[in-house]
């Protein structure tokens, strides 16, 4: 079976090795051109080009693939599938026709639910107990094509969107090849997907990362977990934005206004007042200081008791 992949971030990575691992033919390695990264804007490349440069694959980086160059490339590939994962485009009918056995997509979700660019943040920022991946057969539409396989596994109470990518992309790749065994063994079904229960969530922005204390403790952790390590999780300090990267409840009922520091030192650490309780905000990072847990920052820098912290 001659395949190309096409992938872009750390997620696709494991699937790409999975392939490799399994014996596939992988043809060509197609992703995203590289972008200005740092402080420096420097042009750097993606974690899947690296992988397949280093396994001494054909890297193609067009802009965007479904213009002609990218049909004719694709067309001179030859491949029997495509497999995608956390590409970045969206493939035009005329690509998904050029090969034989069609597109296999690895989607972080257990979909119909959290179609879109975000499944494993929105998972965590829904509240969802458990979510999972799925191998679909690509479509022209957004993630809407016939299920082949999923797996489950339960979303732990504190892990954040950064983590539980992690797990799902070992995940992903482990059934990504059951799901090509299946199909050359001649026992992979397809099932399609149910719309009155599908939901579709937006791409993240910076803006969604700020954190209102009137809302519930809860409501806060999964925001805070959901966009850990990217948007980020950030408030208005006295001196400037301040990124949070963990909170806990602190205790059972709010002691002041919401936004409120009820507590600010190396033995409490920084507590603040929100919707329905005080709230620790655990690990922080202040401007010009590096991420620390908010205790230690505390016991050499003062914080005004009394003060709001508020939207950004």
Not at 112 to 118: E, F, K, L, M
Not at 141 to 162: F, K, N
Not at 288 to 305: E, I, P, Q, S, V
Request: aromatic residues 4%; charged residues 20%.
């Amino acid at each position: 079976m001659r395949i190309v992949f096409m992938g872009t971030p750390d997620f696709a990575v494991p699937s790409l090795r999975a392939l490799l691992d399994a014996g596939y033919d992988v043809a060509g390695v197609v992703c995203q051109p590289d972008r200005p990264k740092g402080r420096g804007h420097k042009l750097a490349a993606c974690a899947v080009k690296e992988a397949a440069l280093a396994a001494g694959i054909p890297v193609f980086q067009p802009e965007r693939i479904k213009r002609p160059e990218g049909v004719q490339m694709l067309r001179d590939l030859a491949p029997d599938l495509c497999v995608t994962a956390a590409f970045g485009q969206i493939l035009s009918q005329e690509l998904l026709d050029i090969p034989l056995m069609g597109t296999v997509n690895v989607h972080a979700s257990l979909l119909p639910r959290h179609r879109g660019s975000a499944p494993v943040h929105w998972s965590i920022l829904c509240g969802d107990a458990e979510t999972g991946v799925t191998t679909m057969l690509t479509d022209r539409g957004m993630d809407t094509g016939d299920i082949l396989l999923s797996s489950r596994t339960p979303i732990g109470p504190r892990e954040t969107a950064g983590e539980l990518t992690d797990r799902l992309s070992e995940m992903g790749a482990r059934l990504l090849i059951d799901t090509l065994h299946a199909m050359e063994a001649g026992t992979l079904s397809r099932t399609p997907q149910d719309a009155a229960q599908a939901s579709y969530e937006p791409m993240l922005t910076k803006e969604l990362g700020c954190v209102d204390f009137s809302h519930s403790a809860a409501q806060i952790d999964r925001l805070v977990r959901g966009v850990t390590p990217w948007p980020g999780a950030y408030c208005e300090g006295e001196n400037g934005a301040i990124k949070i990267f963990s909170v806990r409840p602190a205790s059972e009922c709010p002691s002041a206004a919401a936004g409120t520091i009820v507590a600010a030192d190396g033995k409490r650490g920084l507590v603040v007042s929100c919707g329905d309780c005080d709230l620790e905000l655990e690990e922080i990072q202040m401007p010009g200081a590096k991420r620390m847990r908010a205790a230690d920052y505390l016991r050499g820098h003062h914080m005004t008791t009394g003060a709001s912290l508020g939207k950004a």
